[in-house]
């Protein structure tokens, strides 16, 4: 697993909370809950009905009235909407709930006094809880955020003694006491809260990204708000400079520029609207609104140490495709070569020549594979570079996926160059043919991102070379469910084309939206019947266009733009280990809360 997958998978939990009126309603049966078993252990099933009161009083009570008090005063463009508030406050009287069942069951075992002495000691415990996520959350000075996380536990201690009292089970001069325990307690978490949140911060400035802290936040900026600035500036300081090459063939029918395929050689990722993810959807859009023209987008072999860092080098490096395809004064070329295949090992190679020009599709569907690394591509380039061969494009066809997919090894990697000479050495001996090609596009309006679709939907290419039916397809999504590409070239073929290739852009756009994995394959959240009605839909239509056309190649270069490089590496460490030490100091912290607990109780 790639280092940005890991890091979705530990950002997962961020995806989804329920409704605010869904979480009320499970904060008020929790509270009653807890209420209710608290009761019943210290006092007997006599105090059922007080049970229920008793939690709604406080638990349920202190936790709306706190979280509306934390969210009338927090900033308004905080992470920290009221759902949010609700899901803390949620989780943190689950915390007290299970201290309010402890202390019930020590007053029953030992003696009354520790049923209310356990319980004020929890309240004050809870707040490094509650401090150490607004911390987190919010952009507010260290007296709003102590205020803030006061606010719960101070309001549970107030009911839980007023319960107390009308109960009967305290004398008014251990109030006094009590009052002492939870002050010192409060103090005493809040100490050790900060050391938590330090202990954590180091690892990131360790790995000089800044603060871990700083990280998770402009993370949650991403996933909550789908706001990219905060991660762009940490990635921008770690990022590598490289050069983009991009090759580029455009098809005209009489001057009018009717499509092109275009091959990015960078990653579009890394998830969501970060990076280079939205590209794809960004070139469909020129292509729409200025040439009235359709964009065959392919990924070529890349992994996400080249997704671009900053959403202003998007706009550079379209602005050059734009102007490169505006620019008609190369080359006219009429003639290509029929497809062929050659599979060795594991690997399918297709080939094809435009005049001089390879056009090569690396797949090794059916066997489930994530990103060709970009090494191979580089290599590929030097071998056809040494053949004489200056302009190639380079394609991963990125086309099978599950959840057990496996990692080219070394022999795949060999047998892709070996396949590639091969194919290369009989399309020379090929005959070319007149250039007959169509496009057509469907944008699938039904489906979002979510479902794994990008916005670019379905794009077709047909094209008849002599008697040779060739249709190729581009998905803009990341990977193809395992089967889903063999039954649509399967129903392609039936419907008379030769040869058939299912490819996707890996736009990354549709990534970080769900749980577990992160996003769907194509073919996950959608039936494959409806699915491979469509593409047939859309080649269909493609074909239907055919006519001759010339076409140009050209490659273009950006200089100077900015890519993760070994910076998501350093990352998913920086995360790993963070996770790592919170783990292990959180054992701490509750060895040290648990010891604090134990003196005031026995010696106190």
Known sequence: MDATNRIVKRYRFLFKLPKSQI???????????????????????NYFIYGIFSGIFILFSSGILSSLLIYCFKEKESLLNFKRILGLIFFSNMILGLILILSAIFSTLFNMKYYYLIFSIGCGTIIAFIFTILYILLNKSMKSLFLFSFFHPFFCFISFLFHLNFLGKILIIEISKLFIYFISTIFISFLIALWYIKS????????NIGGTINLFKAFAHVWYKNENNKLEEILDKISEEKNINIPIMKFFDKEKIIGAIIVPEFHFGPFRKMGSSIFPSL???????KFNAIPLIFHSPSTHEEDLVKLIDNERILKNIENAILKINGEKINEATPLIKERIGNINVYCQLFDNYPFILITRSPIPTEDIPTKIRIKIKEILANKGFK???IIDSHNCINKDFKELNNE???????AISNALEKSLKLPK?????????EKIEKYSELEGFGKNGIVALAMKIGKQKIAYISIDGNNIIKGLREKIIEE???RGFNEVEVTTTDTHVVTGLTHGEGYFPIGAAIPFEEIINLIIKVTNDAFSKIKPLEIEVKEISIEKIKVLGNSINKLSKTLDESINIAKRNLFITILIMIFFIFIIIFFF
């Open 23 to 45: 979480l009320i309603l499970y904060l008020l049966i929790e509270s009653i809950f807890f209420g209710i078993i608290s009761n019943i252990i210290a006092f007997g099933f």
């Open 200 to 207: 954590i911060d180091k690892v990131g400035i360790k790995n």
């Open 283 to 289: 070139i469909s859009e020129i292509f729409e609104k």
């Open 391 to 393: 302009i190639s494009f």
């Open 412 to 418: 795949d990697e060999e047998n892709i160059y070996k």
């Open 433 to 441: 043919y007149r250039i007959e090609a169509g496009f057509s596009q």
């Open 492 to 494: 392609l073929i039936k």
